[in-house]
């Protein structure tokens, strides 16, 4: 059976097929659900940040209107903390003491009639604390200090040595801030006891997670269990982990009885879902005069909650970036009184390539080479840590090609020596990649006896443009037309799908459902094998192909038959096969697996009086392996890249050091760009196919965000002369 190779169908700008639901509003997210006799919820956060709860009163609040019970920990149920998962620890489970960990902890749940009653209640309860100094700083002496857990810290020759033949050192302090997920749709969640068995609608990017710590938590068959998200909106991380709101949602239905639906409050959405975790990063690169790098050591601290265990090692990308002899890299945690944090775009390799990239930079420029002539000199052909060849890298096609479209051959060499009229003009690049990440996946595909296909599985689409590269893939694959192919994803009922994060859905979707496909037109051919009326009749996969509906032979296009021929002769309704995807594993292949590759050029223009920075232009060459569709590729590498001019210039989640509260929890307040902050954007795709697996994708989620703010930091240095180690890049930094 042929593969992708001569496809059609995969790789072009197809539009997105789920795109006249959502324009119609006829697409459901979670908050779109209503049931009947449904209750509504609402939380009560704690007002301190650290301490414990003396007394707790929800007198007034049970005796509000329409208010059916409100749960704290005095009358919650002992509840399991949720499973170990592919990204780490639960989070603790909600009202299980009287301890506070963070302010806006969820201290209780009120349920009503209708949700203005809900929130009216919930603001009738009273709580007297006992409070205690918070810990709200990694450098607090205070701060309990977390080693590395997931044994990532890397060590390579010796550093010390290194610096010592080294004819030129650069070394710095970077930092970078909080920052909060944001999605659109606020994240909402409803649920349903039938029994022992429960329905739930969740903003959530990961259903069979949800699942699995559901029925851990509560004790009751995984089986029983079904989890419906099929539309999400947005989610950039804040979904991938059960929050203490969907466990409180739960546990409040089984309370009354009744369907109950909540809908977190925007500043709710600061405290309760994660957020990308600070950092401070110290960075130390030796060279030669030449330009070769000789030692880098890289060190990290990022904030952790009290209790928990997610972990963002910021500072291994630095041990697989160059060829370089001597490197190390060390990442270490802080626990503070403060929300959970969780995944945000591009975590770990967002704050990490900030500080290394910088670095780099800031080594060209003490040797006197261009920062692009650095990065090419310092190539890594092959894994500096596993010593093994790339399943493929086009890295350096990215910077040459980038290079060009960008025109960074105008920049001139001076810091300060570009204007135009009154704006200093800067030119900045960063090199980025983002690590492969790729678990276990199923898919099931069917083909009925009208001629359509129908496949599943359950994934998420978060607005990455799922439903339609899997409709795209699923066609080609079954010689069919993407009208023909309906692809379902959401349902936790569906085959296992891993998380939509960390750039590895969809290749393990991809290839899960590549696999699938094949199976099918193989268990086709096993109908027919002794069908004397088959031109098939005991044709092997290899032998054959599809197109238009119909396996034929390769040798022979003539001989074969339609898929709908086969089930009307045989009297089937349709054939289903399942297919799975195994992660490629670099010891087996003898490669290293590489994740996504590429080059960040940009254009920044300063007001040196007003201290004014503005992006005039990006230019994103990316290496992401197999294109499935250019069009929504190429907007996630736009949206990416909004996600990092954010980091760079806006985002900075701001807490309140006496209190712990969140300063700046609305839209309002919380800074992010607008489309006038938005500049001219150029995405160019160069590579192919990554070798590892049969569809060949690396990914482009994340890496449209890496690397970003190191690029405008970079280009900030070029027009002024000033280097910014601190996100975001602000006015008050650029007054001149």
Same mark, same amino acid.
């Given at each position: 059976m042929t593969t992708l190779e001569a496809g059609t169908i995969v790789g072009a700008g197809l539009d997105r097929v789920d795109a006249p639901l959502k324009v119609t509003g006829a697409a459901q997210y979670p908050n779109d659900f209503s049931f009947p006799g449904m209750a509504?919820?609402?939380?009560?956060?704690?007002?301190?940040?650290?301490?414990?709860?003396?007394?707790?009163?929800? =007198?007034?609040?049970?005796?509000?209107?329409?208010v059916l019970t409100v749960i704290t920990h005095l009358t919650a149920p002992k509840l399991e903390r949720g499973p170990m998962t592919l990204l780490g620890g639960s989070p603790p489970a909600p009202l299980q003491d009287d301890r506070v960990l963070h302010y806006g902890q969820h201290i209780a749940i009120v349920v009503a009639e209708s949700s203005e009653q809900a929130r009216h209640a919930a603001r009738l309860v009273r709580v007297e604390y006992e409070a205690t100094e918070a810990v709200l700083d990694v450098d607090d002496p205070r701060a309990e200090i977390v080693e590395n857990p997931w044994g990532l810290d890397t060590e390579r020759g010796d550093v010390n040595a290194g610096f010592a033949q080294s004819d030129v050192v650069v070394e710095g302090t970077y930092t970078t801030p909080d920052n909060t997920n944001n999605p659109l749709g606020l994240m909402t969640t409803i649920a349903s006891w039938h029994g022992d068995a429960l329905t739930v609608h969740d903003s959530t990017q990961w259903p069979h997670n949800v699942r699995t710590s559901l029925a851990t938590i509560f004790k009751v068959p995984e089986s029983g269990i079904r989890v419906l998200a099929p539309f999400v909106g947005g989610g950039f991380g804040a979904g991938l982990r059960v929050w203490s709101h969907v466990i409180l949602t739960v546990l409040a239905a089984r309370e009354v009885k009744r369907p109950v639906k909540l809908?977190? =409050?925007?500043?709710?959405?600061? =405290?309760?879902?994660?957020?990308?975790p600070n950092?401070?990063?110290?960075?130390?690169?030796?060279? =030669?005069r030449d330009g070769d790098l000789v030692a880098i050591e890289h060190h990290g601290i990022s904030s952790v909650a009290m209790e928990d265990d997610d972990y963002e090692p910021v500072s291994v990308g630095s041990a697989v970036s160059y060829a370089c002899p001597n490197v190390l890299t060390v990442d270490r945690q802080a626990r503070l009184n403060i929300p959970c944090p969780g995944s945000m775009r591009a975590p770990a390799e967002g704050q990490g390539s900030f500080a290394l990239e910088s670095a780099i930079d800031e080594v060209a420029y003490a040797v006197g080479m261009d920062p692009l002539e650095i990065r090419l000199r310092n190539y890594a052909e092959e894994n500096p840590v596993l010593g093994l060849p790339w399943s493929s890298k086009a890295l350096r096609e990215c910077y040459l090609e980038g290079a060009e479209r960008f025109g960074w051959s105008r920049r001139t060499p001076e810091p300060g020596s570009m204007r135009d009229g009154r704006w200093l003009v800067g030119y900045g690049l960063a090199g980025v990649s983002y690590p492969f990440y790729q678990v276990p996946c199923q898919a099931r595909a069917s083909v009925r006896r009208d001629g359509s296909a129908y496949v599943r599985s359950a994934a998420t689409d978060i607005g990455t443009g799922t439903y339609t590269v899997m409709t795209q893939l699923a066609a080609e694959l079954l010689g069919l037309d993407v009208t023909q192919v309906r692809f379902d994803l959401g349902d936790s009922d569906m085959p296992y799908s891993p998380q939509a994060g960390g750039s590895g859905l969809t290749g393990a979707l991809a290839n899960a459902v590549h696999a699938a496909c094949r199976r099918l037109v193989q268990e086709f051919l096993d109908v027919v094998r002794d069908d004397t009326e088959s031109p098939l009749r005991a044709a092997a996969l290899d032998d054959v192909a599809v197109t238009d509906g119909r396996i034929h032979r390769i040798t022979d296009p003539e001989q074969g038959e339609s898929y709908v021929d086969i089930l009307a002769r045989h009297g089937l309704e349709e054939l289903s096969a399942d297919g799975r995807s195994t992660p490629p594993r670099s010891e087996e292949l003898g490669m290293a697996i590489a994740g996504a590759f590429g080059a960040k050029f940009v254009e920044v223009r300063i007001d040196p009086d007003l201290g004014l920075l503005r992006v005039a232009r990006v230019v994103s060459a990316i290496d992401g392996g197999r294109i499935l569709n250019e069009k929504t590729a190429t907007s996630q590498i736009v949206g990416g890249t909004v996600g990092g001019i954010s980091q760079a210039m806006f985002e900075e989640t701001a807490t309140d050091q006496g209190t712990g509260r969140i300063a700046n929890a609305t839209f309002g307040d919380y800074l992010m760009p607008v489309n006038a902050d938005v500049p001219d954007m150029d995405t160019l795709f160069v590579g192919g196919p990554d070798r590892a697996t049969a569809v060949g994708t690396k990914g482009v989620g994340e890496i449209g965000l890496v690397g970003l703010a190191a690029a405008i930091g970079n280009a900030v240095f070029h027009a002024t002369g000033r280097r910014i180690r601190s996100l975001p890049i602000t006015i008050d930094q650029l007054m001149l």
């Open positions: 509504h919820a609402a939380l009560v956060g704690s007002t301190i940040a650290a301490g414990r709860m003396r007394g707790i009163d929800v =007198t007034d609040a049970l005796a509000a209107p329409g809908v977190l =409050t925007r500043p709710e959405m600061f =405290t309760s879902v994660g957020h990308r950092s401070v990063q110290q960075i130390k690169i030796g060279s =030669t």
